[in-house]
């Protein structure tokens, strides 16, 4: 797999600080100070963004070369427009966290206020990873924690009980009794962590209702594959949609109401397999940078392309059309996919408002200073679709509105009676179900997976912005 690094001989805008000092040098011969170890983390952080980040223009004034490299790069940044920039202490383990590798207990959360009349915090375990520890241990989707390490969660103390999950930790928890209609209170669980390599191909299945048969395919995030097996999932992927095309399936359901973003790449792949008819001629998104990298005439016109695919379902998808579960937990990767095919198909969403994000990344380490530990992922480029559209910042509305939190309890996903997915099959069959489960008010406080790197990010890893001079 392929990462960006960055390299500063190519620079061409120095730092000023810099300057000065070499002119000092030129008119005293006195020596130039070391850097201290700040100072040169500083320095090439501020070399970086001076050349790549996307509002170079409005970037601003740095702090002190001494501060910390976490506050430095921080003070540079266009908040609030720039919602997204960040820095790493390990580029490894950001690279790592990207693909899926993390040290964890294996299952991830949302989480609701239990009522109005109490300051009590619920987490619904929205999905366990395969062969996790919270998968050995029995948990399922659906299930409600309660306490963790023996502590109830509330209000006032729920962020710093969460922080505990990353060790190992205790759960009080409930399952819901579908024949009491009731949660009923399990045997707490000690769960241990383990490094994981989560599959972002999650589920697959293909459903026959009358005479519609329907591919659906769960994916949590884009990652071409891992350390060793670098196209893993992009592969995966192929084979799913190689399946669906080899039974004839005549409509497709992506669900990505758990998908943070992720690799360029994959997205690129992912579509490749919808949009109907097209080859590597045909425009996917487009890419504009800052006003500096503008400049260059390699970067003025950049074009990203579909990829001929042999699996390539989108001629024998029925009304040229594709289904997407969506929450606001949808992001970056997802959005693009979504931007990227509107040109050549329509796109229907069922599910909640996406989180808005049409700027992508790039992962960056320091090559030359091998003390120098840190990630970067600035903002670097803006993604355009072949008709140059890009106003989605405040997100996708879906075409039909649905809370999973809304419901009594969290079924499998996969299950057709899953709220969402059950919301999606009757619009492709035009068989509404007569009996609507009443609405249960929830106020959604957040999930773990807006935790995740991965989260919100779009990574550029085809574009190359090692600018020669």
């Keep these: 797999m392929k990462y960006l690094s960055y390299n500063k001989a190519g620079l061409a805008l120095v730092f000023g600080a810099l ?32 050349e790549v980040y996307l509002w170079l223009d409005d970037m601003r004034n740095p702090i002190s070369l001494e501060s910390e490299p976490e506050d430095y790069f921080e003070s540079l940044l266009f908040r609030p427009t720039d919602r ?15 693909s899926g590798v993390s ?4 299952y991830e959360i949302t989480l609701a206020r239990e009522s109005s009349t109490n300051n009590n915090v619920i987490a619904f375990i929205t999905y366990t990873k395969k062969g996790s520890p919270a998968e050995t241990a029995g948990l399922k989707r659906g299930d409600l924690i309660t306490h963790i390490n023996g502590v109830r969660m509330t209000l006032d103390n729920y962020q710093e009980i969460l922080g505990q999950r990353s060790e190992a930790h205790s759960i009080s928890y409930l399952r819901y009794n579908e024949s009491s209609s009731n949660y009923v209170a399990q045997t707490p669980v000690d769960l241990t962590t383990s490094v994981l390599s989560e599959d972002p191909n999650f589920l697959d299945s293909i459903y026959t209702i009358g005479n519609q048969k329907i591919g659906y395919v769960v994916y949590h995030f884009f990652a071409p594959g891992i350390e060793g097996q670098a196209t893993r999932y992009d592969d995966e992927m192929d084979a799913v949609f190689a399946k669906f095309k080899a039974e004839g399936i005549n409509h497709l359901i992506l669900d990505f109401r758990y998908n943070g973003g992720g690799y360029q790449s994959s997205a690129i792949n992912l579509a490749s397999l919808i949009a109907p008819n097209v080859t590597n001629d045909d425009v996917f998104t487009k890419i504009k940078y800052n006003s500096y990298l503008m400049g260059f005439d390699q970067l003025k016109n950049v074009q990203i392309k579909f990829e ?3 699996q390539n379902l989108g001629p024998i998808l029925s ?28 796109v229907f969403m069922v599910g909640g408002l996406t989180y808005g994000k049409n700027v992508g990344s790039i992962a ?11 990630g970067l992922l600035p903002i670097v480029s803006q993604s355009f679709n072949k008709n140059d559209q890009s106003d989605y910042a405040s997100g996708f509305q879906p075409n039909i509105q649905g809370n999973e939190l809304s419901q009594p309890t969290l079924l499998p996903l996969g299950d057709t009676n899953e709220f969402l997915l059950k919301l999606t099959l ?14 249960i008010e929830r106020i959604d406080m957040g999930s773990s997976i ?6 919100g990010r779009l990574i550029d890893d085809q574009t190359n912005l090692k600018v020669k001079h």
């Excluded at 011969?29 to 090439?44: F, G, I, M, Q």
């Excluded at 579960?325 to 095919?341: F, K, Q, V, W, Y």
């Excluded at 960056?364 to 840190?374: A, H, R, T, V």
């Excluded at 009757?426 to 609405?439: A, F, K, L, N, Y």
């Design 103 to 106: 040290k964890e207990a294996g």
């Design 84 to 98: 997204f920039s960040v820095i790493y202490p390990d580029y490894q383990e950001l690279i790592n966290s990207l």
């Design 308 to 310: 001929s695919k042999p």
């Design 426 to 439: 009757e619009q492709i069959t035009g068989t509404p179900s007569p009996d609507r489960i009443q609405m």
């Design 319 to 346: 009304g040229n059309k594709v289904y997407i579960i969506t929450s606001s937990r949808t992001a970056s990767a997802s959005e693009l996919i979504i931007n990227g095919l509107k040109p050549y198909m329509e």
């Design 450 to 455: 807006e935790k995740q790197t991965r989260f």
């Design 364 to 374: 960056i380490e320091d090559e030359e200073n091998p003390s120098n530990k840190y």
């Design 19 to 50: 300057i000065f000092l070499n002119a000092c040098k030129d008119k005293t011969d006195d020596p130039v100070p070391e850097l201290s170890a700040n100072a040169k983390v500083n320095t090439w952080i501020q070399e970086v963004m001076d």
